[in-house]
């Protein structure tokens, strides 16, 4: 998502949820693939919307996200849907992967430079548990002539052979680059070019 924090306080300051109170369609059709009641981590969760919708679920999650004002609306939500949710004010520049921590893992529309991308998936693979689960959808560089949402930099978009690449040893069970409608919110809107990802880290032996 970016790292000026001001800049996500002042987006998210409106009445409104800049991208909606709905989740993102690639989560909510992948959901029961999660390990059902597990724990999970969602990064640059903004405003919620989808660590709400896993909440709802039964799953125990944990919304991380560097905007204060973004954090306090996903609380509000949160509140609003009878749901218990819990915040972590944290930027992935500062935030400790603990190891074995988490039993699934998701990142939507998480935009970050590739130095601290490539360290972000180098350490989604041990802090996840055997048999847990990372998913992800981001915008791949076609996304810039289709303007519908998303970084206007180059740098911050990424494609499936990248993705791949930085995941170590989790193993895909989804993974393609698509164009599909993106409605959620103002901050989303029209064809976008999507990458996605459903990985699992390989169960112990004998399991």
């Known amino acids: 998502m970016?790292?000026?924090?001001?800049?996500?306080?002042?987006?998210?300051?409106?009445?409104?949820?800049?991208?909606?109170?709905?989740?993102?369609?690639?989560?909510?059709?992948?959901?029961?693939?999660?390990?059902?009641?597990?724990?999970?981590?969602?990064?640059?969760?903004?405003?919620?919307?989808?660590?709400?919708?896993?909440a709802a679920l039964g799953l125990e999650v944990t919304a991380l996200d560097a905007s204060s004002v973004g954090l306090a609306k996903a609380g509000r939500l949160a509140a609003d849907r009878g749901v218990r949710l819990r915040t972590q004010l944290a930027s992935l520049e500062d935030y400790a992967f603990e190891a074995g921590a988490w039993d699934a893992i998701v990142s939507i529309w998480c935009h970050l430079p590739p130095p601290l991308r490539r360290r972000v998936h180098a350490s989604i693979a041990t802090a996840l548990r055997p048999g847990g689960v990372f998913l992800l959808e981001a915008y791949t560089p076609g996304q810039l002539a289709l303007g519908?949402?998303?970084?206007?930099?180059?740098?911050?978009?990424?494609?499936?052979?990248?993705?791949?690449?930085?995941?170590?040893?989790?193993?895909?069970?989804?993974?393609?680059?698509?164009?599909?409608?993106?409605?959620?919110?103002?901050?989303?809107?029209?064809?976008?070019?999507?990458?996605?990802?459903?990985?699992?880290?390989?169960?112990?032996?004998?399991?």
């Open 2 to 54: 970016g790292f000026d924090a001001g800049r996500w306080d002042q987006k998210y300051g409106g009445a409104d949820f800049f991208y909606g109170t709905e989740p993102n369609d690639f989560l909510r059709e992948h959901a029961a693939r999660l390990p059902p009641g597990g724990r999970v981590l969602s990064l640059g969760e903004g405003e919620g919307r989808n660590a709400v919708f896993l």
């Open 148 to 207: 519908t949402g998303g970084p206007r930099e180059a740098e911050l978009l990424l494609t499936a052979a990248e993705l791949r690449a930085e995941i170590g040893p989790l193993e895909p069970e989804h993974l393609g680059e698509l164009e599909r409608e993106v409605h959620e919110g103002t901050g989303h809107r029209g064809r976008s070019a999507v990458v996605q990802l459903l990985a699992r880290r390989p169960a112990a032996p004998g399991r």
